[in-house]
């Protein structure tokens, strides 16, 4: 088993930055990808951004490319997302997930372990 853990939700106003952390525990050599995923009020799952464990390549979300950054330390067991120029429309729980495979996935279905999730809540 997989255990993740987010930290750094909070409220931030709009235009603001927000940095998330994941730290995985357990037997993290058997995944190979790290996700992000929010979920808001009322509405899907969305992905937000993923990133390879081994060289990281990295894939982000049309709503949040440009203004988001994923990066991971591996020796820590860890990802970031680093989050610039909030907007409303990107309050919502965060969710850190980890994958089985190297192969970077957008599909929530696609990951095997999953955190509890952090609040992230934007102001105006």
């Known amino acids: 088993q997989v255990q993740l853990v987010e930290t750094g939700g909070g409220v931030v106003q709009a235009g603001g930055s927000l940095r998330l952390s994941c730290a995985a525990a357990g037997r993290t050599f058997s995944v190979y990808s790290m996700g992000w995923f929010r979920q808001a009020p009322g509405k899907e799952r969305e992905f937000v951004s993923a990133?390879?464990?081994?060289?990281?390549?990295?894939d982000y979300g049309d709503s949040v490319k440009g203004r988001f950054t994923i990066s991971r330390d591996m020796a820590k067991s860890t990802v970031w997302l680093q989050m610039n120029s909030l907007k409303l429309e990107d309050a919502a729980t965060y969710y850190c997930?980890?994958?089985?495979?190297?192969?970077?996935?957008?599909?929530?279905?696609?990951?095997?372990?999953w955190g509890q999730g952090t609040q992230v809540t934007v102001s105006s």
């Open positions: 990133i390879s464990w081994v060289g990281g390549m990295t």
């Open positions: 997930a980890a994958r089985k495979f190297s192969a970077l996935s957008r599909r929530w279905d696609g990951y095997d372990y």
